[in-house]
């Protein structure tokens, strides 16, 4: 089969990052002749990059439209990414879909449908599942070895960003133009990992701080509280305001705990299921015999590794380790906790959908931010 043709719509910071790897032949079976941006600067950028050897377009339309590529990467802004893969799948091409899928339910909704019906291949650029901690992770929990889950931990505050990042782009952190902070930009990773892993929750309930530490009027610190349909309970805490920060995943199970924290990924395991062990323990202190056991993990190919699955699908029919379909839940997330926060009360899932639209539309015809960008291209490498 022939390499599939690549065109990236959006070409800065990670945009870029997708454009060069693919340029330099390091996705067998892929090649990149397009790129797109509607910012002058970044076409001249990619006019100096590619020397004449990819085609350029000042809209992502005109590149979907030219016929001159079977797939396209698309790091746009995130209110486009549904539209732009809407086009892209209902004219015959396959999309692969920058986090988030989209800023509301109510969008990504209409997005699967469209991907349902077109046949061609859907993926969302969740490249952390490629990381073997997290793969390990999914693995024992949903192999029932960890036993049923009693409780989930899950801190995710090394997304360290300064005033520079916020004020780099002007729909950076607004509510018109990015739909959101830290759950809408860092922490969609971390929200599918961790519904990727434990499973979705019942019901949410958070608090939000909306510039807490930034000049910004969208939220840049996150606690949230989730009960899960067994009755497990969880708890996701997120910031961009925290130095050193932590990243650590705690989940507890019938059979003892996973605990992922510093690079290193320990399995404490019950030898006997700790619910049966409180029914037939004769004393009331003792606990079950309990293994330590230090798992070995490997490191993952992050964006690299989910375009190569994501062309490896198109061309050979190998399943996609992130379904663009699968991008919903993490939206699903961050939207209820963003709606709990404004309600002040706990949201059931799955919600109103309208209900979420109407309150995000009245943040943003409300607002009174006035942002002073830059409008600056950052470098993206090494910041996931």
């Given at each position: 089969m022939k390499d599939v043709r690549f065109g990236v719509l959006g070409i800065g910071g990670m945009g870029r990052h997708h454009a060069q790897y693919l340029y330099g032949n390091e996705i067998p079976g892929a090649k990149l002749v397009a790129v797109a941006d509607a910012v002058p600067a970044a076409l001249d950028w990619a006019?100096?990059?590619?020397?004449?050897?990819?085609?350029?377009?000042?809209?992502?339309?005109a590149l979907l439209q030219s016929g001159t590529v079977d797939a396209v990467i698309i790091a746009t802004p995130h209110y486009l990414h549904p539209p732009l893969a809407i086009a892209a799948l209902k004219g015959g091409i396959h999309a692969l879909v920058e986090k988030p899928a989209g800023v509301y339910t109510k969008?990504?909704?209409?997005?699967?449908?469209?991907?349902?019906?077109?046949?061609?291949?859907?993926?969302i650029m969740?490249?952390?599942?490629?990381?073997?901690?997290?793969?390990?992770?999914?693995?024992?929990?949903?192999?029932?070895?960890?036993?049923?889950?009693?409780?989930?931990?899950?801190?995710?505050?090394?997304?360290?960003?300064?005033?520079?990042?916020?004020?780099?782009?002007?729909?950076?952190?607004?509510?018109?133009?990015?739909?959101?902070?830290?759950?809408?930009?860092?922490?969609?990773?971390?929200?599918?990992?961790?519904?990727?892993?434990?499973?979705?929750?019942?019901?949410?309930r958070a608090s939000c701080g909306f510039g807490k530490y930034h000049n910004i009027e969208v939220e840049d610190d996150v606690t949230a509280f989730v009960e899960y349909p067994n009755g497990?309970?969880?708890?996701?805490?997120?910031?961009?305001?925290?130095?050193?920060?932590?990243?650590?995943?705690?989940?507890?199970?019938d059979r003892g705990k996973l605990l992922w924290t510093?690079?290193?990924?320990?399995?404490?395991?019950?030898?006997?299921?700790?619910?049966?062990?409180?029914?037939?323990?004769?004393?009331?202190?003792?606990?079950?015999?309990?293994?330590?056991?230090?798992?070995?993990?490997?490191s993952g190919e992050d964006h690299k590794g989910i375009t190569k699955n994501f062309v490896a699908a198109i061309r050979d029919g190998v399943p996609l380790l992130a379904r663009g379909q699968e991008g919903i839940n993490g939206v699903t997330l961050a939207n209820a906790m963003l709606l709990s926060s404004w309600t002040d009360n706990?949201?059931?899932?799955?919600?109103?959908?309208?209900?979420?639209?109407?309150?995000?539309?009245?943040?943003?015809?409300?607002?009174?931010?006035?942002?002073?960008?830059?409008?600056?291209?950052?470098?993206?490498?090494?910041?996931?």
């Open positions: 006019q100096t990059r590619f020397e004449g050897n990819v085609q350029i377009f000042d809209s992502p339309t969008q990504v909704k209409e997005l699967n449908e469209v991907a349902e019906q077109s046949g061609k291949i859907f993926g969740f490249n952390q599942r490629t990381h073997g901690a997290h793969q390990k992770l999914h693995e024992l929990v949903h192999s029932g070895e960890l036993g049923e889950i009693k409780r989930t931990h899950y801190v995710i505050t090394d997304w360290f960003r300064s005033q520079a990042y916020y004020d780099s782009g002007g729909w950076r952190a607004t509510w018109e133009g990015e739909g959101g902070g830290v759950l809408l930009n860092q922490s969609p990773h971390n929200l599918d990992l961790w519904q990727w892993i434990c499973g979705m929750p019942s019901r949410v497990a309970t969880g708890t996701f805490i997120t910031a961009t305001g925290e130095v050193p920060g932590t990243n650590s995943l705690e989940i507890v199970g510093e690079g290193k990924l320990t399995f404490w395991q019950t030898r006997v299921p700790v619910s049966e062990w409180t029914k037939t323990a004769k004393g009331g202190f003792e606990k079950p015999e309990t293994w330590k056991i230090e798992i070995p993990t490997k706990w949201v059931d899932l799955p919600f109103d959908d309208e209900l979420y639209y109407q309150k995000l539309q009245e943040r943003i015809q409300n607002s009174t931010f006035k942002k002073d960008s830059e409008g600056k291209s950052l470098e993206f490498s090494g910041t996931f």
